[in-house]
């Protein structure tokens, strides 16, 4: 059998860690709570954002804007007003590999209303929204604007 033998100056090193885990194994066995710990189920509420397009659009053009959805959810495009007054194309898309134009995947042709005329199911990315002609616009061009809520 091997002795150990410590110098006083490093058995008073050690002591406060010795006494600091004596204390910690007392008080975990400490106590006479019974009651079962619970935890509330988590919930996430889903933030939107909200962005308003004011442009003017010319005959045979588009007015577009990008907008970042942060997490996956439903946009919503609401034609809001349109002066003349005149049945556009409303659409959700892609901007094009130039960033230039907005490629629609989602569109409604519709007249301003106070409702949302166009919902569309995204996952979180880089997306586009706005108005296109169909037809109806005519010199010099239209006013159009267009709200965009998303996630």
Known sequence: ???VQCSRA????IWPTLALLALAALSTGCGNDNTTATTAPSTTTAQTQTETLHG???PKGTAARTFLANQAGTVTVLLADAQPTVTLGLGVGIRGSTG???RFTQTVNTAPGT???LSVSVDPGVYCAGTYDIGTVGQPGV????TVTHP
């Open 1 to 3: 059998m091997r002795v």
């Open 100 to 102: 230039a134009d907005c």
């Open 143 to 146: 006013t159009v604007t267009v």
């Open 10 to 13: 490093h058995l008073r090193s």
């Open 115 to 117: 409702t949302p005329q």
């Open 56 to 58: 003017i659009m010319a």
